[in-house]
């Protein structure tokens, strides 16, 4: 079965704590993204990967940092987290061989910084 | 940079046709896409357009007008299931995706 698959699902930590979340995809996409979605907004874009050792920033990178090493795999990776990176965290994927350009979702990650 | 605007809120009975627009500001266009979220779920791939003109994918269909920065995705024959959040999203360039801010749709019986 295709699947984007997040860990943790909820998170509650404090500030400062270093922590990482896990995105893996096994259906060989190239691409790879994270969203954050806020009460009643879109999603908007932290960083993106368009292939392994490949990143970008989106339109909301500040305080986040990403890693691809694997093309499997693309964790978020929150240094320091400060209160208003509480948040929903959505990981992404797609594949360049999609003309119709699907991106497959994970099923979200809860994140709350007290 | 990229802005998208679309209506917040859209009702609609059982059984009926509805439209939502949306209209973007961008720098770079690749394509549009829309996609569907229910409360508290992941979003939906639902389509995408990268040419002008109409895509049909069952009781949806989004359509495309690059001249004029627009597009819409129009749901037929509405089910109580359609009930959910609907968001367009600009493709400026390879990786970049920039969402609109969402059109929840209420399907009343």
């Known amino acids: 079965e295709a699947q984007v698959t997040q860990n943790p699902r909820y998170l509650i930590t404090v500030t400062g704590k270093k922590l990482t979340v896990t995105c893996s995809q096994n259906m060989n996409h190239e691409y790879m993204s994270w969203y954050r979605q806020d009460p009643g907004l879109g999603l908007r874009q932290i960083y993106y990967s368009m292939n392994v050792e490949v990143t970008d920033k989106g339109d909301v990178p500040e305080g986040y940092k990403v890693s691809r090493k694997e093309k499997r795999n693309f964790p978020l990776i929150l240094e320091s987290p400060s209160p208003n990176q509480t948040s929903l965290y959505f990981c992404?994927?797609?594949?360049?061989?999609?003309?119709?350009?699907?991106?497959?979702f994970g099923e979200g990650s809860w994140l709350t910084v007290v | 940079g990229q802005s998208l605007e679309q209506p917040s809120e859209v009702t609609a009975v059982e059984g009926a046709i509805v439209q939502i627009n949306c209209t973007y500001q961008?720098?770079?266009?690749?394509?549009l896409s829309w996609y569907q979220q229910h409360d508290g779920g992941a979003p939906t791939f639902l389509s995408y357009?990268?040419?002008?003109g109409l895509e049909e994918t069952g009781r949806f269909s989004s359509f495309l007008s690059r001249s004029d920065s627009y597009g819409y995705l129009l749901l037929q024959e509405l089910q109580m299931k359609d009930s959910a959040s609907y968001f367009c999203?600009?493709?400026?360039?390879?990786?970049?995706?920039?969402f609109g801010d969402g059109t929840t749709l209420t399907v009343k019986p």
């Open positions: 992404a994927s797609s594949s360049w061989a999609d003309s119709g350009n699907t991106i497959y």
């Open positions: 999203a600009v493709r400026a360039n390879a990786g970049k995706s920039t």
């Open positions: 357009n990268a040419l002008d």
């Open positions: 961008t720098s770079g266009f690749y394509g």
